[in-house]
C-alpha cells in the first residue's frame, strides 16, 4: 500500500508501484484537472507539486511519493495561486485551455520561488509548458501581473 497525501487529504493506493502518478491521480482519484499530454514529460499538460516542487506526473512513479504531498490543479491555493489564476482571467489567457492547468502549476511554484521573476526566470520556469495555442506572450504578462499583485 502506498499512502500519500493528495490536496491536503490522505489517499492510498494499492496497485503496481511503477504506476504513473498521472493515472492514480485521474483514475484512482478520480481528480481529472491534471490532464495527459505527451506521456515522456515533454509538454508540461500533467504538471503537479509534489512537497511543492514542480513535478511531471506521467513521468513519475506512485511509489516515489510515498509519504509525500501532492497538490493537483484542484488543490493548489494560496496568495500565488490566487495571484495567478486572477491573472489568468484578467488577461484571458486561456485558448483551447488543454494545457492551462500545468502552465498555472508552474507558475505557481516559479511565484513561490522567485517572487518578483524576470522574463528571464518565467522562460526558464515555462520552457516544458508547451502550449499549443501559443499563448506565451499572455503566460508571461499574467505571470508579471501575478507577481505585483502578490506583492501588493
Known sequence: MISFKLNGKSAQFDGDPDTPLLWVIRDNQKRTGTKYGCGIAQCGACTVH???MSQRSCVTSISSVQGN?????EGVNGKEAEAIQSAWMDIDVPQC???QS?????????LKQ?????DKDIDGAMVGNVCRCATYQ???QAIHQ??????A
Open 102 to 110: 500545468g502552465q498555472v502549476m508552474s507558475a505557481v511554484a516559479l
Open 114 to 118: 522567485i517572487k518578483q521573476p524576470t
Open 138 to 140: 499572455r503566460i508571461r
Open 146 to 151: 501575478a507577481a505585483k499583485n502578490v506583492e
Open 50 to 52: 509534489v512537497n511543492g
Open 97 to 99: 485551455g488543454y494545457c
Open 69 to 73: 504531498e501532492v497538490t493537483t490543479i
